[in-house]
T-cell receptor
Framework: SQKIEQNSEALNIQEGKTATLTCNYT??????LQWYRQDPGRGPVFLLL?????KEKRKERLKVTFDTTLKQSLFHITASQPADSATYLC???????????FGAGTRLFVKA | GAVVSQHPSRVICKSGTSVKIECRSL??????MFWYRQFPKKSLMLMAT?????????EQGVEKDKFLINHASLTLSTLTVTSAHPEDSSFYIC??????????????FGEGSWLTVV
């Protein structure tokens, strides 16, 4: 069955460092991979979308890579800030499909 | 930018009663909306796909008669939890896709609705 794995353990880093979160998937050939931020008790907020034919995407301090061979995406936050503390969700979507499958998310804590 | 509004944000109801949650796309039309359920520290679980003007498509294991979905207009979908039980207590989130946005495929989520059945 289709499966998305994100590190269930929280990631603790120091302010100013780069946070790297991992998303691995199996039994799936996504056309798009998306990353969302979710704060406690709130709905997810869209951050970045990367297509299967793209290797890397950047937006301000955020960078996403997509390796369809490894079936893995890495999400980087450079110069991290305490305000970046949240849960980050990885989501996959197939071509022409409407269904988006979400990972359980990784909780990030950035210490001042 | 595109916004999805969800109401109410919190609701408490008695066992056996029904509760309705609304999901609105505020500045774009959404022919398709999605309803999710999320347990603490768990991923979003898709419950159903709401289609404007037609019946919703439910995921396996989701009771259609329990979770009634109506998508009467291009900007509004409702989820009604009928005959609610304490095990229905959860965080319910809706989303809608904006095909006209810069990314051409952006999903916007509502703020979620906390349902507590007592």
């Amino acid at each position: 069955s289709q499966k998305i794995e994100q590190n269930s353990e929280a990631l603790n880093i120091q302010e100013g460092k780069t946070a790297t979160l991992t998303c691995n998937y199996t039994n799936y050939s996504p056309a798009y991979l998306q990353w969302y931020r979710q704060d406690p008790g709130r709905g997810p907020v869209f951050l970045l979308l990367i297509r299967e034919n793209e290797k890397e995407k950047r937006k301000e301090r955020l960078k996403v890579t997509f390796d369809t061979t490894l079936k893995q995406s890495l999400f980087h936050i450079t110069a991290s800030q305490p305000a970046d503390s949240a849960t980050y969700l990885c989501a996959l979507e197939s071509t022409g499909g409407f269904k988006t499958i979400f990972g359980a998310g990784t909780r990030l804590f950035v210490k001042a | 930018g595109a916004v999805v509004s969800q109401h109410p944000s919190r609701v408490i109801c008695k066992s056996g009663t029904s509760v309705k949650i609304e999901c609105r796309s505020l500045d774009f039309q959404a022919t398709t909306m999605f309803w999710y359920r999320q347990f603490p520290k768990k991923s979003l679980m898709l419950m159903a796909t709401s289609n404007e003007g037609s019946k919703a498509t439910y995921e396996q294991g989701v009771e259609k008669d329990k979770f009634l979905i109506n998508h009467a207009s291009l900007t509004l979908s409702t989820l009604t939890v009928t005959s609610a039980h304490p095990e229905d207590s959860s965080f319910y989130i809706c989303s809608a896709r904006d095909w006209t946005g810069a990314s051409g495929n952006t999903i916007y989520f509502g703020e979620g609705s906390w349902l507590t059945v007592v």
